[in-house]
């Protein structure tokens, strides 16, 4: 059977539906180099094993979920080789790196070699975009459950690509954020930041300061009830995601966006008066008091407590709009605030306007503008600072794709598919190289987004085109071969019930 092509029953057995059988060709992000073996397949069948044992285990056990899921078969992880797919952490070259992997299908079997697991996980990805589409069922449907043959060695072109989720406008379940990181991580995104504090909502306990929740946490945009994180609800999301290879950035924001703390606690305003709780989707207008000491008690035992949540290396302090807070003291705090991150073990991310104080070496700048020219990002790249590219007008997931979306903001624009897709993360900033560039991310902010279902339809299918430009090498750009393979996508995308939006410039299947 040639990859592509209608399978029936009469090819492939009595009972079962027409179904397309991927091709090598389809997959997003697309890999670094696809050699597909026309002619060849490999099939599923109610006997297939799942070769796994040490470190691929658990990736096999994964794998094994997903497909039992819909195939209905039992899917054994055993350890050995054989007829079947085998993950094996042995024989890959070492130029694909952590994240890279290569993939063989032949008739036989299905063989995933990577360094290092989260090779395998992504090797996985790609795997389950060559079944056909009904794999992603949720309950048993019949096959044939075909891969088309061939080989594909891939890698990232960027270490860092990241998805942002608002949790402080609109409180967002835990159970919501856990489906989010399955739905990155079919795109090869490896980094989840939890926007977690902001001035409408704070979100995490932080038990040194118990108010920050209890009160700082009980309201949202529109005065809803909001909702906070106990350490352990954190844990289990940092935990599941770390499951899926994906690392989570916690974000408290600092010294704007604040005003969630101020009236939790008095004594951190200035005048000892604390504000109200504030529900409407203003920005600016709130700001810690730079010159008390207990505002960096308090910003200490806050990056204590989420330094000690937190297996990754970095913790976001935030740091934009910060336009109640005067530029020397600006400066002054974001620098002590960069020290307190340090001395807890952590590299401190922030967005880009950290770059108007004195980045530290491993402070990450996030470049958030609309105009690709930054002379103050690109002077402090030139001194070594790292950027983390998600241009409003390319990446928010929050702005509308169009004038009739029902859902989102506008003050970057529109944001189309297109839009999203047709830029170049290695030479979109003047004066910034590729090698300055750490990644990208698509941040969803949440004033407008109040339920699992608005993120998905914000989310799908930008954030497919978000993680491509962070996955795939740019030599593999090209707006209508994307569209295309895009639009092989949703029919993946309904059978896990994903909410997206069909956007008319995508040919969907
Ligand atoms: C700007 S982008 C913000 C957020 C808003 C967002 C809405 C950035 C660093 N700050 O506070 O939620 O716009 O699109």
Known sequence: TAAGALVGPGAAGAGTTATRVPSMRDVVPAPVTVQPADGTTFRLTPGTKIFASGGARDVGDYLAGILRRSTGYRMPVVPGAGRGIALLLTGADPSIGDQGYRLDVTAKAVVIRAQRPAGLFAGVQ???????????????????????????????????????????????????????????????????????????????????????????????????????YTKADYARIVAYAKSRYITVVPEVDMPGHTNAALASYAELNCDELAPPLYTGIDVGFSSLCVDKELTYTFIDDVVRELAALTPGPYLHVGG?????????????????????????????????????????????????????????????????????????????????????????????????????????????????????????????????????????????????????????????????????????????????????YRSPQVPWA
């Open 320 to 500: 934009d709009e910060a336009h109640a807070t005067k530029p020397d003291d600006y400066v002054a705090f974001m620098d002590r605030v960069q020290q307190i991150v340090a001395s807890h073990g952590k590299s401190a991310l922030a967005w880009h306007q950290v770059v108007n104080a004195n980045p530290l070496p491993s402070t990450v700048a996030q470049y958030w503008g609309t105009t690709g020219s930054a002379p103050e990002v690109a002077a402090a790249a030139q001194r070594g600072t790292k950027v983390l590219l998600s241009p409003a007008n390319r990446a928010y997931l929050d702005m509308k794709y169009d004038a009739n979306t029902p859902l989102g903001l506008s003050w970057a624009g529109y944001v189309e598919v297109k839009d999203a897709y047709d830029w170049n993360p290695g030479a979109y900033l003047n004066g910034v190289s590729e090698s300055s560039v750490l990644g990208v991310e698509a941040p969803l902010w949440t004033e407008t987004i109040v339920k699992l279902a608005d993120i998905e339809y914000m989310a799908f299918p930008r954030l497919a085109a978000i993680a491509e430009l962070g996955w795939s090498p740019a030599s593999t750009h090209d707006w209508e071969a994307f569209r295309t393979r895009l639009g092989a996508q949703g029919p993946r995308w309904t059978a896990q019930g994903i909410n997206f």
């Open 126 to 228: 790609t795997l389950r975009q060559l079944l056909p589409a009904s794999v992603e069922s949720p309950t048993v449907v019949s096959g044939p459950w075909l891969v088309a043959g061939g080989r594909i060695v891939d890698r990232p072109r960027f270490a860092h690509r990241s998805a942002m989720l608002d949790v402080a406008r609109h409180f967002h379940p835990v159970s919501t954020v856990l489906r989010y990181i399955d739905e990155l991580a079919a795109y090869k995104v490896n980094y989840l930041h939890l926007h977690l504090a902001d001035d409408q909502g704070w979100r995490i306990v932080i038990d040194s300061w118990p108010r920050l929740a209890t009160y700082g946490g009980s309201t949202q945009v529109g005065g809803g009830p909001g909702g906070y």
